[in-house]
């Protein structure tokens, strides 16, 4: 163990992984794990929210999405299943430009279907007039294909196919949410080198072999009212004078206990090393955003000083009958440092980064 590995709680440290994520009695099992679940049939927990336990399904929220660092450009791509609706989302920030082109989708129930895990080619999927997107994840092989097509209503059109290859260990975990003593939040993310294409409006970009991504598979039941903040960075830094595979999560949402359950790291190739409790600030506010912002993330031990520089920033704002959304997807560069559990410290300065500030009222 490393100089700074006293600030991280024990229950951060990854355990083998039980085949389902509810035990025989409906109860969840929550914490840090070493791999992927063969069962995440959370519909099953018994009563994870004060609904009655018939609206299981409705309440929880289901997504698989994937960013990728190209280099003229950042990508978001996401299949999300809320029960009640569906969306389909695909985001490009052209780094050129600084121009964020947006395709979003508002789906009927069970359009979008998302795979209930990532063995074996389990199919994350969803088709619309406008466009499609998949998911075919073989996570036991640390491989993912993930392509798609979409149309916007401005007419432009983005296509793209691309083959993952993960680098890292996985960051997979259950946290405790707030208002039942079994109400989960599950992630699983992992960091992967990207081969393929996306075309955005006839323009056709190659990966590089420097190319990366982040899968994101999500399942939870969200407080009515919830809030979360994330931001990554993905990329190859130079560490020890090697080019090498590197990535960021931090995040803070509504774990009951954020020093025992976070999804907070560092991927390295071959490794991660793990990040305590972390805080965001945010100047100006997502909606006086005039051209550039600043995301300053950090915590109490000196192991996050990072800012995301923001340059460009895409609002979906949706205020319906039965889910009201304020969300920011912001794009730009990292500065700033973090440290490993050893004290090793990764200067971030130029690494192309992105963000998410979330509200939601269900």
């Given at each position: ?18 085949k ?12 840090t ?42 990508f ?57 997107i998949?998911?075919?994840n ?88 919830a ?15 090697e080019?090498?595979f ?13 020093r ?29 955003f ?24 895409n ?47 269900l």
């Amino acid at each position: 163990m490393g100089e700074y590995s006293k600030f991280i709680s024990e229950k951060r440290r990854s355990v083998p992984t039980p085949k389902s994520i509810a035990d025989e009695r409906g109860r969840c099992v929550f914490g840090t794990f070493e791999s992927e679940f063969e069962e995440l049939d959370l519909v099953r927990l018994k009563r994870p929210t004060r609904a009655p336990q018939a609206f299981n399904k409705l309440k929880l929220t289901l997504w698989e999405a994937v960013e990728v660092n190209l280099p003229d450009g950042m990508f978001l791509a996401a299949c999300c299943d809320m029960g009640l609706i569906g969306k389909c989302v695909h985001l490009f920030f052209d780094k050129r430009t600084r121009k964020v082109y947006n395709f979003d989708a508002t789906l009927k129930p069970r359009v979008a279907a998302v795979a209930g895990n990532l063995l074996g080619g389990s199919v994350t999927r969803a088709v619309f007039a406008d466009g499609e997107i998949e998911f075919v994840n073989t996570f036991e092989a640390g491989v993912c294909r993930v392509s798609g097509r979409h149309k916007n209503g401005n007419g432009d059109v983005i296509e793209y196919g691309f083959e993952l290859s993960r680098v890292s260990r996985p960051s997979v975990v259950s946290i405790p949410f707030p208002h039942s003593n079994n109400r989960p939040l599950y992630s699983q993310k992992d960091l992967f080198e990207a081969n393929g294409h996306i075309v955005v409006n006839g323009r056709r970009m190659d990966t590089d072999g420097q190319c990366t991504a982040v899968v994101d598979d999500h399942k939870g039941f969200y407080p009515r009212r919830a809030h979360y903040d994330w931001v990554t960075t993905m990329g190859k830094l130079d560490i020890d004078g090697e080019s090498r595979f590197f990535g960021l999560n931090l995040t803070r949402n509504q774990s009951v206990d954020q020093r025992d359950y976070n999804e907070n790291l560092i991927w390295l190739e071959g490794a991660t090393s793990l990040l305590p409790p972390v805080t965001f600030e945010r100047e100006p506010k997502c909606n006086k955003f005039d051209g550039s912002a600043t995301w300053r993330v950090t915590d109490e031990y000196d192991m996050v000083n990072v800012a995301l520089n923001v340059v460009g920033i895409n609002p979906m704002v949706i205020h319906a009958l039965v889910v009201s959304i304020d969300y920011y997807v912001a794009f730009g560069t990292m500065s700033g440092y973090v440290r490993d559990e050893n004290g090793k410290k990764y200067i971030l300065d130029g690494m192309a980064g992105m963000g998410e500030d979330k509200t939601l009222l269900l």
